[in-house]
């Protein structure tokens, strides 16, 4: 029985989740989710029963002194709502948690229970992957969905992946067979540096959700982080004749596949964005494009490399013939 005690009436609720795991390649749609908590703070209002879905020796408790007092925290998922203001207000109900160990089919459906007594009208499902991607351009982000006609009207692409999957398909799927519309984004993030975190994936992920929904989500300090990042893994890949290299090589093939598109949809969508940005006020952090760049040409952008990061890995062997793609190839 889920009881919503406190939790006002929502307008055109939307829910927004991620999971870390395997879905979450550098961590990228995790701390998107996070990041929305943060800046409109979110009110945590429910949390799924870590006994049911999660096998501690794999995510284990952690122990904490608060006022003196040992506390625990279990690994779980959490749900809390948040109010997005302006001209025509809406409510986000935000899911942040971990890809749960067991019973995955109750672990959406206690969800969709949520999104039902809240009046949820889209699921939208964060996830990131691992991909041949250069760090240095744009982060893709594909919009997936099984409904074929929430496809043709928010212009998606219907998904045709097969192959292992994670929650974030699980849950989509779900929602599909019980009747509420569900979108998938995924981020690619650089298989050579996909270390945590990723604030480029995370802004790009950002920027596709606030186009889906027709929000504008304040950026804070994301931005920055994200040329930052990119200045460090610049840093870090010149220092390596071979993965200054690689990247060449996957810079070559990324602008040879996208020529034939300067696509007008994608031009129309970041003009789209700079508009509401300017209509609303372009807040802290001020307006980035997908790629980190603030959209004024020629800026230079000055800051310390982030320390503590580790040099990108080699560029690996190709994979041999029959081999698995595992996290790269779910879409």
């Known amino acids: 029985m889920i009881e919503l005690e406190g939790v006002p009436e929502l307008i055109d609720p939307v829910m927004v989740a991620a999971f870390e795991g395997w879905n979450d390649a550098g961590d990228a749609a995790s701390a998107a989710v996070a990041h929305l908590d943060k800046e409109w703070k979110g009110e945590v209002f429910a949390a799924l029963d870590a006994e049911d879905y999660y096998d501690f020796q794999v995510n ?3 122990v904490f002194m608060d006022g003196g007092v040992r506390k625990i925290t279990w690994p779980t998922t959490r749900l809390s709502v948040v109010r997005v203001g302006g001209d025509k207000p809406r409510d986000l109900v935000l899911v942040r948690g971990i890809e749960p160990s067991m019973r995955w089919r109750s672990f959406c459906n206690e969800l969709l229970g949520f999104a039902h007594e809240l009046g949820v009208e889209l699921v939208v499902v964060l ?3 691992l991909g041949d991607t250069p760090h240095t351009r744009p982060v893709p982000i594909s919009g997936t969905t099984s409904d074929a006609d929430l496809a043709r009207r928010m212009d998606l692409e219907e998904t045709k992946y097969e192959g292992p999957t994670g929650i974030v398909g699980i849950l989509q799927e779900a929602c599909t067979h019980a009747g509420v519309p569900a979108v998938s984004l995924w981020a690619a993030v650089p298989h050579y ?3 945590p975190p990723n604030p480029k994936a995370t802004l790009a ?3 596709r959700l606030e186009d889906l929904i027709g929000v504008r989500v304040p950026l804070g300090e994301l931005p920055e ?8 893994v610049d840093q870090l890949a010149a220092e390596d004749s071979e993965v200054a290299e690689y990247v060449q090589s996957l810079e070559e093939a990324r602008d040879t596949a996208e020529l034939p598109e300067a696509s007008g949809e994608a031009i129309a969508r970041e003009f789209e964005r700079y508009l509401r940005r300017r209509d609303g ?7 980035a494009t997908a790629d980190g760049s603030d959209g004024t040409p020629g800026t230079p952008y000055l800051r310390d490399n982030p320390s503590g990061r580790a040099r990108p890995p080699k560029p690996p062997k190709p994979p041999q013939a029959g081999g698995d793609d595992e996290e790269s190839s779910e879409d």
């Open 193 to 195: 540096v996909s270390q």
């Open 60 to 62: 284990r408790p952690t």
């Open 127 to 129: 996830g990131a992957l």
């Open 281 to 287: 006020g372009t807040g802290p952090g001020g307006h």
């Open 205 to 207: 992920l950002l920027n």
């Open 225 to 232: 982080d994200a040329r930052a990042w990119q200045v460090g």
